[in-house]
């Protein structure tokens, strides 16, 4: 996931490490922390498979004050994706398989980074996590069938609350596989058994 992440980033501009580390906060939101511990052991590993390569700057150039000890004197070292990385990222932004969707962290990554995958790799990988969810919400209502006259009213409350927030990533994937298909002039086919009800207001799923 960091070494996907850290490719689209930088395949959109070169950043240094300190920016680098702001941005993926922010397109990993709160799915891991992302410290200087783990951020420039992977940086290293993926200059010396060739994928970034780095610009070294003025040995005068200012520091961010939290920068870590690592960047010492020489300021902001510069990583740029190089022409393998564009290639080994192109490959992974073209997967399609269990791992693009399963897990909804890796999903949210590549969301972020749609805007740089081929429209049929896109709907794949949300009909595919549409799948996934839909199998967690069938999990869930048949385990609430089986438990809810063994649970007291709050533990009942908590696993309503959690379906209902299944119920909201369905109908929010099914309405992004309908935009995708109406752009690519595709009519959406009719699902059995899809909930009705309006189109969750929040666009982002719990």
Known sequence: MLEFAILGLLHQAPMHGYELRKQLAAVLGGLRSISYGSLYPALRR???????????????????????????????????ITAEGKERFHELVSQTGPEAYDDGGL??????FFRHTARDVRLRILEGRRRTVERQREGLRS?????????DRYTLELQRHGLESVDREVR????LIDSERAESGDRPAPRAGEDDGPAAAQRVPT
């Open 143 to 151: 385990s609430l069938a089986r438990t809810r006259e063994r649970l």
């Open 46 to 80: 993926m200059q010396a498979a060739g994928l970034i390569s780095t610009d070294e700057p003025a040995p005068r150039a200012l520091l961010p004050a939290d920068a870590p000890p690592l960047t010492g004197r020489r300021g902001k070292v510069v990583y740029t």
């Open 172 to 175: 929010w994937l099914s309405e």
């Open 107 to 112: 999903f949210g990554v590549r969301l972020a």
